[in-house]
């Protein structure tokens, strides 16, 4: 682990992951600030990121996820939550693993399944759509698996409570005298 990076964490993974839930536990524990990429595009754009995919595509999309990386990347005591598919472009992978600590937080499709078809979910993910059906999932998986490898920790959080995540993941930093 290169020891020069900014003390940024990134939390990569699937939609589902709870990559945004883990960000904001993180936060509160290690009291650094936590941005949520999609969330910061949204407000940037004053578009949701699915009306974003809809009328400019998702090429589009990606062009303002590397802009918005750019800006982001000389942060400091900042958690990232990116979008999932953030570090299918290569640079955005690059910006990623060089400027900070990445973290994958990874579950099986049948986990994402059942988190993405909760009721209580409000969000449309633009690659999924409204019917998150367990095949469009397993193939997303299968398309970004080899993306997520970039990571310097992966948890699996499957049968793991938030608290779980988050405790694993402090004990990695202190493990790799990453200051916070």
């Known amino acids: ?30 009291s650094w600030n936590f941005i ?9 754009t004053k578009n949701t990121i699915s009306d974003i995919f809809k009328n400019f595509g998702e090429t589009h999309f990606r062009k303002i996820e590397f802009e ?3 800006n982001l990347k000389s942060l400091k005591k900042t958690i990232i ?6 570090v299918v472009s290569d640079k955005n ?20 399944h059942n988190r993405l078809n909760n009721k209580n979910q ?11 059906t367990l095949d469009k999932i397993i193939n997303l998986s299968k398309e970004r698996k080899n993306h997520y490898i970039i990571a310097d920790l992966t948890i699996n959080t499957d049968n793991k409570t938030t608290n ?14 990453i200051e916070y």
């Not at 682990?1 to 509160?28: A, C, D, V």
Request: hydrophobic share 35%.
């Open 68 to 70: 918005t990386l750019q």
């Open 36 to 44: 949520d990429m999609d969330d910061h595009i949204e407000k940037y």
């Open 122 to 132: 409000k969000n449309i993910r633009p690659l999924l759509g409204k019917n998150i």
């Open 81 to 86: 939550s990116t979008g999932g598919g953030c």
């Open 93 to 112: 992978k690059s910006i990623i693993k060089n400027s900070g600590t990445v973290i994958w937080l990874k579950a099986e499709p049948e986990t994402l």
């Open 164 to 177: 779980a995540v988050k405790d694993e993941i402090i004990k990695f930093l202190r493990r790799n005298n």
């Open 1 to 30: 682990m290169n020891s020069q990076k900014n003390n940024i964490i990134f939390l990569i993974g699937l939609p589902g992951s709870g990559k945004t839930h883990i960000g904001n536990l993180l936060s509160e524990s290690m």
